[in-house]
């Protein structure tokens, strides 16, 4: 087997293997290789001459503990049933995080199908969603604020404005911008999506992505910038009670519906995995945390990217590898969800992760490392 990146005479069976694995339609299809691949960011494995896996290693800037990291969000990942059991995605896996380090990358993201074929690799959980499955009946007593359009290029302004405020004390999120939305609406077009912008008193300060799903409305993201806007979006949903029994909503975990429905019991409210994580470069990312007065030697165990697999010492506000003996002993996994905020100290300790020689030890990781409200809503 050969793992190399794709030549653009690729593309079609390239397309093959995705229409396989994932059943997608032309619409979604024609959307995502016409606007979001490249071959300089595909990866596949050939097999006497045909290529039997692949997966892409999409571009993205998220922010991470204030600052932004470009990061490849790695999607698609793909094999012909006869090729599958031979490695592929191992070995494709592999290269990839190895490709990755050598990039200058120091965060990765995934959204696993199953979370078990990608832990042994590094990655871990580090973000979850709130969902909301509402009858539509529970929100008849929301008012409008203001009125809705749908919205256009012309309103991308907005709606990052809105974006930004709604996720500012968020971590973890996408920056976006005016490339991102435009690409954005052509994705939910695709998928026969809707966009629509709040409006009150001049001002835009909310907006709202769904789908129609046989008796459900799919609410895949809202932000907001008040609570006016937020019941007239949840009012917005209701004028949708004669096509939709009820509305699912997804949104970050402190969304504030939970606050406002006035029969609480009777909707469901569930907490969704959503996203992996995982860090590529150990060194640089501590190197961002601006250590400073943290004398500690800190064991990564890493079984994939050599360059993490070593005791950092961290001391006069620099990092260096040493040979002494380490102080904190942890894996890439656990690494990975205290980098990106999503557990605490504490937690990692009573979950048994951390292999620390004294409490102290424990004292000084929380001065390096605390919890946060994550939140992504990238799908591809």
Known sequence: MKIRFAYNNDLQEIKNIWEYCFGDTEMFMNYYFDNKYKCENTLVVEYNKKIISSLQLNQYKIKINDKIYDTSYIVGVSTLPEARGMGAMKDMMISSLDYLYNKGQVVSILMPIDYRLYRKFGYEHCYDQINYEINMELLKDFKLNGVFKKASNKDIDSIIEIYDYFLEDKNGYVKRDKMYYETLFKEIESESGYVYIHENEKKMDGYIIYFKMDDTMFVREIAYKNIDALKSILKFIYNHNTQFKKASINSVIDDKI?????????????????????????????????????DLKLRVEDRFIEQNNKTFLIKNNKIVFT??????????NTFSQLAF??????????????????????DILKKMFNKKINYINEYI
């Open 258 to 294: 939970k606050l406002i429905i006035p029969a609480l019991k009777k909707i469901d409210i569930n907490i969704k995995p959503f996203m992996m994580g995982r860090i590529i470069n150990v060194h640089k990312f501590m190197e961002n945390l601006n250590i400073k007065d943290i």
């Open 341 to 362: 905020s999503y557990i605490d100290v504490e937690e990692a300790v009573f979950l048994g992760n951390i292999c620390v020689k004294d409490n102290k030890c424990i």
């Open 323 to 332: 040979h002494e003996e380490d102080d904190v002993s942890i894996d890439i």
